[in-house]
Each structure stands twice: as C-alpha cells, then as structure tokens.
C-alpha cells in the first residue's frame, strides 16, 4: 500500500478499537468529517480501510458460530448462542 492507504488503516484500525472501548458508533462521523475538510483523498481511504475492517469482522464472527455449530451437531450436543457483535 501507498503512505496514504498506510496512515488510513492505522487510523481505521485506531478508530475500531476505540469504538470497542467507548461504544460511541459516532466516532466513525466525526473522523471521516475532520479527514472530508482537509483531504477527500485521506476520507476515501479511511472510509475503504475502515468499511473493508469492520466487514471482516463481521464475516469472521459469522465463521466462526458456522464452526461452533457444525462441531457442536457433529458431537451431539447444543449449539453454543450466537455472539453478539
């Protein structure tokens, strides 16, 4: 990747993470509005490294309650409950 492409990711996954931490889903808003004012070039690809980031996740968790549940019915017992992300 480009430093742009780079710096995006590092603040995509920065920005993830205190997501996590804080809960406050606005933070994502309020990065891309700073990035918009000064660079459409920097938003673009946070928003790529940000969207791309938090899809993966979700496509991971999903994953992996499929494997949960198919070892869980393969051995008999009860499907564990679905995390919730």
Known sequence: ????????????????????????????????????????????????AFRVRRANAKARALLVEKLQTFKAAKAGAAPPPPERT
């Open 1 to 48: 990747m480009g430093m742009t492409e780079d710096m995006a990711d590092d603040l995509a996954r920065d920005v993830l993470k205190a997501i996590e931490v804080t809960g406050d889903e606005d933070l994502f808003g309020a990065i891309a509005k700073v990035l918009a004012e000064s660079s459409q070039t920097a938003e673009e690809a946070f928003l790529t």
